[in-house]
């Protein structure tokens, strides 16, 4: 046995002391990208044995999480990582013991696949994958990759069974994951010796503050806190549902979701305040509180607080202002006008966008675009020789949801999206009629998320490319919380209760018929 232990650490030594030298040698200079890949491959490599481990819990704990692969070519984020990580150790398991692990439940899992050969086919007629990050002289490309790591995504969460016992515990490494956010405007807040840390949190998040910062816009907006304040906001409403969020026994819960409400409209985007009301009124529907004392109540409490701050808006940040745009009150000129261009040139580029719809039907535009395209389009939107949306229809981001889909993909990819979407809320709605008592907060809850964003997805703003990773990671959460409560174990005294009871004996005898 010494023997052995000492074998063990000489072969301790013989792979961690090289690897230490070699990852030495390439911090000497950290910033070249071949350098900063193979320390990452480094990382893995030590971490392999809690990746084999753990690997079905890491896509939902980075699933909503802004942190990135900065030594990657094109930044993909973490989430993407381990989905497909997650997935290639599943079909590996799967194929020794011929057990079928990727597809628990076909009739959701059967659109995505259709929906990603859609994608691949599409991908293939229109350019391939030859990208600037993998040397090429294209762009775009990661749109294709987020799209199908959405949907590898949904294999790999759905795949894991969640226990009953660890569902609230899910439930809050899932949604609070989004918390990671705010983080990109700490760093901007505190300054440039901290900007190294953009290499692991997204610095897209903070780009509207930034711009604010540097006099390129008016208002300075806090996108990370946006996100933030949302995320909490669905943790909260999973958690305790409307009857719980409203239980003055507990008065902290009402102003927490009041205060997290505040806090995503500092990101200046209507488009959270739209999104949060519609979740609520999802979920009054879903939890059958419309003909309750509840509903009143609530009515009359979002009254009296509107009385309350809507006479002094003008006197908040401007952020909120914008956020609050939306509704019949008066803000500064300032916020209003930045809202209201932005709202000009989204009806103009959708008018211009329209009548290519025809063209591309049957074959979707794809993702990838030329670079000297956009460069000359920038330019000539800087001359005034092009309008301001063109170089947004250049990259394909139409900011409305079925335009999104049916020109990059045509008619066939609409139709794969809408029978995703068909399946899975007739999914969502059966395990929130049929689940298992325990889960009734949290399935509701999916099921009003679901609705409500595919509702925001179709009239208000969509990006199909982003938020398709919604649709799929509400599924493939979905369906593993409710397979592991479906596998759960009765224990004896619940089986004993399941069983069919005997019939009860008759008070009087039955009278004997026998010849005497």
């Not at 320390?39 to 753990?54: R, T």
């Amino acid at each position: 046995m010494r023997n052995l232990a000492m074998l063990r650490i000489l072969i301790l030594f013989a792979v961690v002391v090289p690897l230490a030298v070699y990852i030495g040698y390439l911090l000497a200079n950290p910033y070249n990208s071949r350098s900063m890949g193979e320390i990452g491959l480094a990382i893995l490599f030590l971490l392999s044995p809690l990746l084999l481990k753990d690997h079905h819990f890491l896509p939902f704990m980075f699933w909503n999480a802004t942190l990135n692969l900065w030594f990657i070519p094109g930044s993909p984020p973490l989430w993407l990582l381990f989905s497909v990580l997650s997935v290639g150790l599943i079909f590996l398991s799967g194929s020794l013991h011929r057990r079928n692990v990727l597809l628990p439940v076909p009739s959701v899992g059967a659109p995505l696949v259709y929906l990603g050969a859609v994608i691949v086919v599409t991908m293939q007629l229109t350019g391939g994958v030859s990208t600037e990050a993998m040397g090429g002289d294209k762009f775009g490309g990661k749109g294709y990759m987020l799209l199908l790591g959405a949907i590898t995504g949904f294999f790999a969460l759905s795949s894991h069974q969640i226990p009953l016992s660890r569902a609230k515990w899910y439930v809050a490494i899932f949604f609070l994951s989004g918390l990671t956010a705010a983080v990109s405007d700490v760093i901007l807040g505190l300054g440039q010796p901290f900007y190294f840390l953009y290499s692991f949190f997204s610095p897209e998040v903070a780009m509207y503050q930034a711009e604010g910062e540097l006099g390129f816009g008016q208002i300075v907006r806090l996108g990370g806190a946006a996100l933030a304040g949302q995320s909490v906001c669905n943790f909260l409403i999973a958690k305790f549902g409307i009857r719980g969020l409203v239980d003055f026994r507990h008065p902290w819960r009402p102003l927490l979701f009041l205060l997290c409400f505040g806090i995503a409209l500092l990101g200046g985007f209507r488009s959270s305040f739209i999104a949060i009301v519609l979740l609520v009124c999802a979920q009054f529907v879903f939890e059958k509180l419309l003909r309750t004392a509840i509903f009143p109540a609530t009515i009359m409490a979002t009254f009296l607080l509107a009385i309350c701050v809507l006479p002094f808006v003008n006197r908040l940040p401007l952020a909120v202002q914008r956020s609050l745009s939306i509704l019949p009150v008066q803000v500064d000129p300032a916020a209003a006008l930045d809202a209201e261009g932005t709202s000009e040139w989204r009806w103009e580029m959708w008018k211009a966008v329209l009548p290519d719809v025809p063209k591309y039907l049957f074959l979707g535009k794809g993702y990838l675009f030329n670079s000297t395209d956009m460069y000359l389009t920038q330019e000539a939107a800087r001359r005034g020789y092009a309008s301001e949306f063109d170089s947004m229809i250049v990259v394909g981001g139409y900011h409305n949801g079925p335009l999104t889909t049916i020109i990059p993909f045509g008619i066939w990819g609409a139709l794969g999206f809408l029978w995703f979407c068909w399946t899975s809320i007739r999914y969502l709605y059966r395990k929130k009629e049929q689940g298992r008592p325990e889960l009734k907060n949290i399935n509701t809850f999916l099921l009003s998320l679901f609705c409500s964003s595919l509702l925001f997805f179709l009239t208000i703003y969509g990006q199909f490319n982003l938020d398709l990773r919604i649709f799929a990671g509400i599924m493939g959460f979905s369906i593993a919380l409710n397979r592991g409560a479906e596998n759960l174990k009765l224990s004896p005294p619940a089986l004993r209760q399941s069983r069919v009871a005997p019939a009860p004996p008759l008070r009087k005898p039955l009278p004997d018929l026998r010849p005497a």
